[in-house]
């Protein structure tokens, strides 16, 4: 038997409803803050992911779906989508064409990672990109809107935590003076924060080993060493974020694995889904659109795991929605009325109007057990004696209330059933 690729997940028609609503949930606040929707295609070159991630970041490293295609360019399945969004920004001169671009985003994703609770090899994410402006208010409303959605799909247990990376050269100084620290105590350290101090030593606040954790509790802090335009604007951040009452809490450990950002961290976490706790990470990232090849562009924004925070609701007890309803079932009480089935059920459609019915020749009692398994609101008994006179027998199931009507009385047919 051939099964789904370890790390994939079907998405059953069960689970369904669910994704729905977080998506709806997700395009109407994004809708309401004036951000338009961007799709971009699922593999790019994987230049695009190496310069802008980073090539000593764990995803470039270790992560990546990447391949030759037949004309031998290197292919990248994506792993994120910030830098899909840059470059179709760039391409398409979007920056030309207004100042400010706000943008949204719903996506499959790909990264080649051990498969656990919340985390899967192709997984999906939504997020905001806000290019074209260095305002703080911009980093402040995407916090928002992340933290609105969360709270719209009934999440109560998650924190927001933000930080500052400052500038490049500000951050270059701080890894020196971080190096420094940890020069006698490199041994004490773990395989993999070892790798990182070479590569990506920020990456080491990261580390969930309590060795790990306990040598930099010590350590020197980022955000003491940040430039000073980086610590007004933080402290913009803060000031706005205290105006749309959002609550938060400051923390100097949180870093990004990616090379892009600058200034503005956040992620927001939640008390539900274990060890993999981040629901939202996001920042700043002033200097992506230049080291792709395009005119200097501030940015900010963020991406959201969709499975993730699927798995918080199912932990919190949100999302339990009714079961599903079609608004009629047609029941065919002649065998030989099947064109006239098929005509009624598509005049019903085309009034936007729910319609099943049988289509295994099943007995009349068989066909009311399938209305009530597909929770029909309504059942329409199609054929008798009703049917010979002109006529069709209209069943509320919530109710038990049966009413004739004639069949050119259609349009009242569905009023009643449209309420």
């Not at 007890?317 to 029941?331: C, F, M, P, R, S």
Request: hydrophobic share 35%; charged share 30%; net charge neutral.
């Amino acid at each position: 038997m051939i099964k789904a690729i370890t790390g994939t997940k079907d998405i059953l028609p069960s689970e369904i409803s669910k994704w729905y609503l977080l998506e709806n949930t997700v395009k109407n606040i994004f809708s309401n803050y004036n951000y338009k929707e961007i799709r971009t295609p699922v593999f790019e070159e994987t230049l695009l992911f190496s310069r802008s991630i980073g090539e000593g970041t764990d995803i470039v490293g270790k992560e990546m779906y990447t391949f030759s295609d037949r004309s031998e360019t290197s292919i990248t399945l994506k792993p994120e989508m910030t830098a899909g969004v840059v470059r179709a920004f760039i391409e398409h001169s979007l920056g030309k064409q207004q100042p400010l671009n706000k943008l949204f985003y719903i996506s499959p994703m790909f990264r080649q990672e051990r498969p656990q609770a919340g985390r899967l090899r192709q997984f999906h994410q939504f997020g905001g990109e806000a290019l074209g402006s260095s305002s703080m208010l911009l980093d402040a409303e995407l916090i928002h809107i992340a933290y609105e959605i969360l709270r719209n799909l009934g999440l109560k247990d998650v924190r927001v935590k933000i930080n500052s990376l400052g500038v490049p050269s500000s951050r270059e100084n701080y890894k020196n003076i971080l190096r420094k620290y940890l020069a006698d105590k490199k041994n004490k350290l773990s395989e993999e924060s070892r790798k990182r101090l070479d590569s990506n030593i920020l990456r080491l606040f990261d580390s969930k080993i309590e060795s790990d954790q306990e040598i930099l509790r010590n350590a020197p802090l980022l955000i003491d060493y940040i430039d000073d335009e980086s610590k007004k604007d933080f402290e913009q951040v803060k000031e706005f974020l205290g105006k749309l009452n959002v609550p938060f809490e400051t923390d100097p450990a949180l870093v990004r694995g990616l090379d892009y950002y600058t200034k503005t961290t956040f992620e927001i976490v939640s008390g539900k889904v274990g060890s993999q706790s981040a629901l939202v990470g996001g920042g700043r990232y002033d200097l992506l659109a230049e080291q792709l090849g395009g005119d200097p562009t501030p940015g900010v924004g963020f991406a959201a795991g969709i499975e993730r925070i699927l798995l918080a609701c199912e932990n919190e007890g949100t999302l339990n929605q009714h079961d599903e309803k079609i608004d009629l079932y047609i029941v065919k009480l002649d065998k030989d009325l099947t064109s006239e089935l098929l005509d009624l059920a598509l005049n019903f459609r085309r009034k936007n109007i729910s319609v099943d019915f049988d289509y295994l020749n099943r007995s009349v009692k068989a066909q009311m057990r399938e209305a009530n398994k597909l929770n029909a609101r309504y059942v329409l008994f199609l054929g008798g004696e009703e049917y010979k006179s002109g006529s069709v027998n209209l069943k509320n199931m919530k109710t038990g209330d049966q009413k004739l009507f004639a069949l050119k009385d259609f349009s009242e047919m569905v009023k009643i059933i449209s309420q």
